[in-house]
Each structure stands twice: as structure tokens, then as C-alpha cells.
């Protein structure tokens, strides 16, 4: 079993900052590519910041400048640092990775359960 989970969620007031952590957990040979996604109400699922095993980052255009993504390799933890928080980024925000587990060949896409973030004007 793996098992990615999502925390640092809140209620921010627009300029604020937060700060996700998403760890995954079990029976892990590797995490490869880790992201993070985010979900507003009516919206179609967004990819906003993915980061390689190697470090490489990719970030939406709407956050660049603004989040940071990083992963500590040896916990399986990824982080998206957000700041200048906009009422825009209001949405649930859902940890990705890509993990090869134990005793298997191929790897598959495993999804956090999703922490709410909530930016008010």
C-alpha cells in the first residue's frame, strides 16, 4: 500500500502565505515525479507544480513567481511553498506522485485526499 498524505491547508488572507507538505508512505522502491494539483469548485482538476526525482520543477503560469515546490528525497515528502496567496488559488489542493513500490516492475499514479485552502479578499 501507499499512502500520500496532504497537510497545511487553511484560511489565508489575500498576501499571505502557506505552506503544503505532502508525505508518502509504504511500500515504496522509488517516488518519481511528485506534483502538486488543485481543484476549485466547477473547475476541472489544475496541474499547478511538478518536481523530478532529479529536482527539475515546472510550474503553472498563474503561480510562477509566487509557489515553490521541493521534495526531501530520503522522507518521500514534497512541499509547495505558496505565497502572495490570491483569492484565485482558493481550491483543494491534491499531492501526485508517481511510485514504484516494492517486489514490482511498474509504477503507478497515487493521489492525496486533498487539503482545502482558502484565500479571502
Known amino acids: 500500500q501507499v499512502q500520500l498524505v496532504e497537510s497545511g491547508g487553511g484560511l489565508v488572507q489575500a498576501g499571505g502565505s502557506l505552506r503544503l507538505a505532502c508525505a508518502a508512505s509504504?511500500?515504496?522502491?522509488?517516488?518519481?515525479?511528485m506534483g502538486w494539483y488543485r481543484q476549485a469548485p466547477g473547475k476541472q482538476r489544475e496541474l499547478v507544480a511538478t518536481v523530478t526525482s532529479g529536482g527539475s520543477t515546472d510550474y503553472a503560469d498563474s503561480v510562477k513567481g509566487r509557489f515553490t515546490i521541493s521534495r526531501d528525497n530520503d522522507k518521500n515528502i514534497v512541499y509547495l511553498q505558496m505565497n502572495s496567496l490570491k483569492p484565485e488559488d482558493t481550491a483543494v489542493y491534491y499531492c501526485?506522485?508517481?511510485?514504484?513500490?516494492?517486489?514490482?516492475?511498474?509504477?503507478?499514479?497515487?493521489w492525496g485526499q486533498g487539503t482545502q485552502v482558502t484565500v479571502s479578499s
Open positions: 501526485n506522485a508517481a511510485v514504484r513500490r516494492r517486489a514490482e516492475v511498474l509504477s503507478s499514479t497515487y
Open positions: 509504504g511500500t515504496i522502491f522509488r517516488v518519481n515525479g
